[in-house]
C-alpha cells in the first residue's frame, strides 16, 4: 500500500518550519506556537520553544509564559497552570501567518532576547531608564529601524545634558535641533518618517546611520503578534525585544 499520501500528512502536522509548502492545510499550520518569553518557568519552557496545540503545559505558582501562534495570536499562562494552550473564543478570525515566523524564531531563541525581556521584568522604578518602546529608536548604534508613518522618536539611556541633534533624509534636512538634559526622548519633525530609505543623524556630533522601514498600512489594529513578526523580519531586533517585553508584562502597545 503507498503510504506516501499518510507520511505527507504526518509531517505537514508536525512542521514547524515557516515556509508554506503547496497544499498545506491552513489549520494544521496555525495550530503551532512559539515560546516567546518565560519567566520562573521549567527550562524546557525557554524562549524559542516551540509547542504543539495539543500539548501538555505545566506551571508553577508564579510562573508567566507568553507565546505566540502562527496567525499573529498571543496567548499569556500564568501558574498554577496545567492543560493544553486554551483555544481562542472565536474560530476563523486567524489572518494569514506573518512571513517573518522564522525570524523571529531566530530571535526569541537568542541570549540577547533572554536578557532583556528578564532585564525589562525585573526593573525597578529606581532603576536606569527602561528599555526604549517599541516605536522608540535607540540612538546608541546604526542600523535598521522600524517607524510608524510619520512618527519618528529618538531615544538615548543617558540622558544627563543637552545635546546638539541634527538629521537628514531624502525628505529634507533639520539642523540644530536641541535634546534637552534630562530629556530620554526626542521626537523628530514628522515629514521625515515619510517613507522607507535611509536616515543620517547627527547627536552630540556622533553620526548614525538608519534604514528605515515603514510599518505597512495592512499592520494597523492587527494583532500583536503580527506586529512582532514584522519587526523581526526588518531585523529591527531591539524595538521586537521592547514589544515582547511589553506583552510578557501585560502591557498594551505603545
Not at 509531517?11 to 518550519?17: D, P, Y
Not at 496567525?71 to 494569514?96: C, F, H, I, W
Not at 526593573?123 to 522608540?136: C, K, L, T, Y
Request: glycine share 12%.
Amino acid at each position: 500500500m503507498d503510504t506516501r499520501p499518510g507520511t505527507a500528512m504526518r509531517q505537514t502536522a508536525l512542521c514547524l518550519g515557516f515556509s508554506l509548502l503547496a497544499g498545506l492545510n491552513p489549520a494544521a499550520a496555525l495550530a503551532d506556537y512559539v515560546v516567546i518569553a518565560a519567566s520562573g518557568a521549567p527550562g524546557s519552557y525557554a524562549a524559542g520553544t516551540e509547542i504543539a496545540d495539543d500539548q501538555q503545559i505545566d506551571l508553577p505558582e508564579g510562573a508567566r509564559l507568553t507565546l505566540i501562534e502562527r496567525s499573529g495570536r498571543m496567548v499569556a499562562l500564568e501558574g498554577l497552570y496545567s492543560g493544553a494552550v486554551p483555544t481562542p473564543d472565536e474560530a476563523g478570525d486567524s489572518d494569514a501567518p506573518s512571513t517573518g515566523w522564522n525570524a523571529l524564531k531566530r530571535l526569541v531563541g537568542s541570549a540577547e532576547a533572554s536578557s532583556t525581556v528578564l532585564g525589562a521584568a525585573r526593573a525597578g522604578a529606581g532603576d536606569i531608564p527602561p528599555p526604549p518602546g517599541v516605536w522608540d529608536l535607540s540612538t546608541d548604534s546604526s542600523g535598521p529601524r522600524c517607524i510608524r508613518t510619520g512618527e519618528l522618536t529618538l531615544w538615548r539611556k543617558q540622558a544627563d545634558k543637552t545635546q546638539t541633534v541634527s538629521a537628514r533624509s531624502a525628505a529634507g534636512r533639520h539642523d540644530g535641533i536641541a535634546w534637552k538634559e534630562g530629556e530620554n526622548r526626542l521626537a523628530l519633525p514628522e515629514g521625515m518618517a515619510m517613507e522607507d530609505g535611509r536616515m543620517v543623524v547627527s547627536v552630540g556630533g556622533e553620526l548614525r546611520d538608519f534604514e528605515l522601514s515603514v510599518m505597512p498600512q495592512a499592520l494597523a489594529g492587527a494583532p500583536a503578534g503580527q506586529l512582532l513578526a514584522w519587526l523581526a523580519e526588518q531585523d529591527c531586533r531591539r524595538q521586537a525585544l521592547a514589544l515582547i517585553a511589553r506583552l510578557h508584562a501585560g502591557e498594551t502597545v505603545d
